[in-house]
């Protein structure tokens, strides 16, 4: 999209702001005072910090954790922070289509562990009973059948329903009445703050793998595979997600690929490399304002568009 002809329509209006929620059974219980034998008294709660019992080890748990991660992942690569809704992230239009199906086949991974999860569930509770009853014996308590029982009774009778995976889509649209435009135009610096989060975040991130890479450099040593790959799949991204054109970024990044690709070759010294990259880094710096300015003047519109009520709820 040419930046010249981004406005805040076109902005929001090929573009979503995406909230994901995923909710994992944290099976724990607090440890009270009773359970160790102690007496409760508000000095006790006052010097002692007695910990979590595990009602589930946590392997039970691993694959669940890496389908959240790889979910949140999913979105981090296709949104930008959007200040406006805790945990929101904005998603370009040619994103969206990629997202909800990468979300969709998560969703579908993560239910099917739920499942599997559940079906063992009657097998982990029991077993894990007597690891808690050894630990209370060792911690000297002298009432741990008590303690057990009212640890057991802590357990959900529908373990699946501490689950979750959904998400929420929403659009951006113009204000009903003139009342209401005039109120949303009121806050058109907040508005600017989300131009600014963009800018800075794709910014940030680039700067962050520069850094990283200038330091394996800065060492004299060969710059590993997976460095590379990282760095290759965050040169990407910049690319896709440079919504607003912003000139001194793509510039960067070329200059960028090219210290790359003369890295790999070797054929150029180390303290050349060393060189192109913190220019690229005080480049970065120096020119954010500018590029900020120019993404707020290339938007037309500002604070005339509002949050509507989910459309789309997975």
């Not at 970024?249 to 070329?254: A, D, F, H, P, T």
Request: charged fraction near 30%.
């Amino acid at each position: 999209m040419n930046a010249a002809m981004l406005n805040w329509d076109s902005l929001f209006f090929r573009g979503s702001i995406v909230d994901l929620d995923i909710n994992i059974w944290s099976a724990r219980l607090s440890v009270r005072p009773a359970d160790l034998g102690i007496v409760d008294t508000p000095d006790v709660r006052e010097a002692l910090g007695l910990g979590v019992v595990r009602l589930a080890p946590h392997k039970a748990f691993e694959k669940l954790l890496a389908i959240r991660r790889a979910a949140l992942k999913d979105v981090e690569n296709a949104s930008f922070n959007f200040p406006f809704i805790r945990g929101a992230r904005y998603v370009p239009e040619k994103k969206v289509e990629y997202l909800l199906s990468c979300l969709a086949d998560r969703k579908y991974q993560f239910e099917s562990e739920v499942s599997r999860f559940a079906e063992n569930y009657e097998q982990t509770r029991y077993a894990m009973i007597p690891v808690i009853r050894k630990a209370l014996v060792d911690a000297s308590c002298d009432n741990v059948e008590a303690s057990i029982a009212r640890i057991v009774a802590e357990y959900p009778e529908d373990v699946t329903s501490c689950f979750g995976f959904e998400w929420k889509v929403y659009s951006i649209s113009g204000a009903k009445s003139q009342a209401a435009a005039d109120a949303v135009a009121k806050e058109t610096e907040s508005v600017k703050d989300v131009v600014r989060e963009i800018v800075v975040q794709l910014r940030d991130e680039f700067s962050e793998k520069v850094k990283a890479i200038a330091t394996i450099i800065a060492r004299g040593a060969k710059i590993p595979s997976t460095s590379l790959e990282s760095a290759r799949e965050l040169l990407n991204r910049v690319k896709e997600m440079n919504v607003f054109g912003d000139v001194e970024l793509s510039n960067q990044v070329r200059a960028f690929e090219r210290v790359l690709a003369v890295s790999t070759a070797g054929t150029s010294e180390t303290q050349d490399l060393s060189t192109d990259l913190s220019k690229i880094q005080d480049v970065l710096t120096k020119s954010l304002d500018e590029a900020v300015a120019a993404a707020e003047k290339n938007l037309t519109g500002l604070g005339n568009r509002r949050i509507q009520f989910p459309e789309e709820v997975a």
